[in-house]
Protein backbone atom coordinates (compact mmCIF):
# COMPACT_ATOMS: atom_id res chain seq x y z
CA UNK A 1 0.00 0.00 0.00
CA UNK A 2 1.28 3.56 -0.75
CA UNK A 3 0.90 6.92 1.36
CA UNK A 4 1.05 10.28 -0.21
CA UNK A 5 2.55 12.77 1.94
CA UNK A 6 2.32 16.66 1.28
CA UNK A 7 4.06 19.13 2.78
CA UNK A 8 4.52 22.86 2.13
CA UNK A 9 7.75 24.50 2.41
CA UNK A 10 9.07 28.37 1.77
CA UNK A 11 12.48 29.34 0.64
CA UNK A 12 14.58 31.44 3.28
CA UNK A 13 17.15 33.16 1.01
CA UNK A 14 16.99 36.88 0.47
CA UNK A 15 15.40 37.94 -2.27
CA UNK A 16 14.25 34.78 -3.17
CA UNK A 17 10.32 33.86 -2.62
CA UNK A 18 9.04 31.09 -3.23
CA UNK A 19 6.62 28.19 -1.84
CA UNK A 20 6.42 24.73 -3.02
CA UNK A 21 4.23 22.06 -2.59
CA UNK A 22 5.77 18.33 -2.55
CA UNK A 23 4.04 15.19 -2.97
CA UNK A 24 5.88 12.03 -2.10
CA UNK A 25 4.60 8.87 -3.20
CA UNK A 26 6.87 6.95 -2.27
CA UNK A 27 5.72 2.97 -0.92
CA UNK A 28 7.37 3.58 2.89
CA UNK A 29 8.47 0.30 3.46
CA UNK A 30 10.34 -0.05 0.42
CA UNK A 31 14.37 1.48 2.15
CA UNK A 32 15.71 3.48 -0.35
CA UNK A 33 19.30 3.29 -0.24
CA UNK A 34 21.22 6.36 0.91
CA UNK A 35 23.64 8.42 -0.43
CA UNK A 36 27.00 8.78 2.34
CA UNK A 37 28.46 12.14 2.52
CA UNK A 38 31.84 12.60 3.01
CA UNK A 39 32.05 15.79 5.39
CA UNK A 40 35.99 16.00 4.79
CA UNK A 41 35.23 16.31 1.10
CA UNK A 42 32.50 18.88 1.31
CA UNK A 43 34.84 21.11 2.29
CA UNK A 44 35.97 23.72 -0.50
CA UNK A 45 33.76 26.08 -2.68
CA UNK A 46 30.91 24.26 -5.06
CA UNK A 47 29.23 26.29 -7.89
CA UNK A 48 25.36 25.22 -8.96
CA UNK A 49 25.24 23.80 -12.60
CA UNK A 50 22.14 22.94 -12.82
CA UNK A 51 18.82 24.64 -10.73
CA UNK A 52 14.88 23.88 -10.81
CA UNK A 53 15.10 25.44 -7.24
CA UNK A 54 15.18 28.96 -5.45
CA UNK A 55 19.07 29.34 -6.09
CA UNK A 56 19.78 30.14 -9.49
CA UNK A 57 22.49 28.17 -11.77
CA UNK A 58 26.16 30.29 -10.93
CA UNK A 59 25.39 30.68 -7.48
CA UNK A 60 27.94 29.18 -4.79
CA UNK A 61 28.16 27.91 -1.30
CA UNK A 62 31.59 26.93 0.30
CA UNK A 63 31.67 25.04 3.27
CA UNK A 64 34.34 25.46 6.07
CA UNK A 65 36.38 22.98 8.39
CA UNK A 66 34.24 24.89 11.18
CA UNK A 67 31.12 23.67 10.40
CA UNK A 68 30.34 27.15 8.43
CA UNK A 69 28.60 27.75 4.86
CA UNK A 70 29.00 30.78 2.81
CA UNK A 71 26.22 31.19 0.24
CA UNK A 72 26.62 33.87 -2.87
CA UNK A 73 23.81 33.75 -5.74
CA UNK A 74 22.76 36.44 -7.79
CA UNK A 75 18.67 37.71 -8.04
CA UNK A 76 17.68 40.79 -10.41
CA UNK A 77 21.03 41.92 -10.86
CA UNK A 78 21.45 42.24 -6.78
CA UNK A 79 24.14 40.07 -5.24
CA UNK A 80 23.51 38.41 -1.69
CA UNK A 81 25.92 36.44 0.91
CA UNK A 82 24.19 34.38 3.43
CA UNK A 83 26.38 32.56 6.51
CA UNK A 84 24.49 29.56 8.13
CA UNK A 85 25.64 26.92 10.09
CA UNK A 86 26.07 23.16 8.75
CA UNK A 87 25.56 19.76 9.40
CA UNK A 88 26.09 16.74 7.90
CA UNK A 89 24.23 13.03 8.84
CA UNK A 90 24.49 10.81 6.06
CA UNK A 91 22.92 12.28 3.12
CA UNK A 92 21.26 15.12 5.11
CA UNK A 93 23.07 18.72 5.04
CA UNK A 94 21.01 20.47 7.20
CA UNK A 95 21.73 24.70 7.38
CA UNK A 96 20.87 26.59 10.54
CA UNK A 97 21.16 30.67 11.44
CA UNK A 98 20.03 31.74 14.84
CA UNK A 99 19.49 35.79 13.84
CA UNK A 100 17.33 35.78 11.60
CA UNK A 101 16.07 32.44 12.71
CA UNK A 102 16.59 30.32 9.29
CA UNK A 103 16.62 26.83 8.64
CA UNK A 104 17.25 24.68 5.11
CA UNK A 105 17.63 21.23 4.48
CA UNK A 106 19.41 19.28 1.61
CA UNK A 107 18.71 15.90 0.51
CA UNK A 108 21.85 14.44 -1.06
CA UNK A 109 20.89 12.27 -3.74
CA UNK A 110 24.54 11.73 -5.14
CA UNK A 111 27.63 12.19 -3.83
CA UNK A 112 31.32 11.96 -5.07
CA UNK A 113 34.67 14.40 -4.67
CA UNK A 114 33.81 16.62 -7.61
CA UNK A 115 29.96 16.77 -7.61
CA UNK A 116 26.82 15.84 -5.88
CA UNK A 117 23.31 16.46 -6.40
CA UNK A 118 20.51 17.52 -3.79
CA UNK A 119 16.96 18.15 -3.30
CA UNK A 120 15.71 21.35 -0.91
CA UNK A 121 13.09 21.42 1.56
CA UNK A 122 11.75 24.29 -0.43
CA UNK A 123 11.24 22.06 -3.74
CA UNK A 124 13.71 21.29 -6.71
CA UNK A 125 17.29 19.74 -7.19
CA UNK A 126 20.43 21.58 -7.57
CA UNK A 127 23.21 19.88 -9.56
CA UNK A 128 27.05 21.28 -7.69
CA UNK A 129 30.25 21.02 -9.40
CA UNK A 130 33.62 21.90 -7.11
CA UNK A 131 35.22 24.99 -8.03
CA UNK A 132 38.38 24.27 -5.37
Not at 18 to 26: E, H, P, Q, S, Y
Amino acid sequence: MKTFHMSLAYGIFPGLTFAALAVDNKDPKKDDKKVKVDAAKLIGTWEITYSDAALPKGSTIEFTKDGKSICNYTVNDKPFTIEMDYTVDENIIKFTKKKPKMEETWTVSKFAAKEFETGTSGGGTMKWSKKK
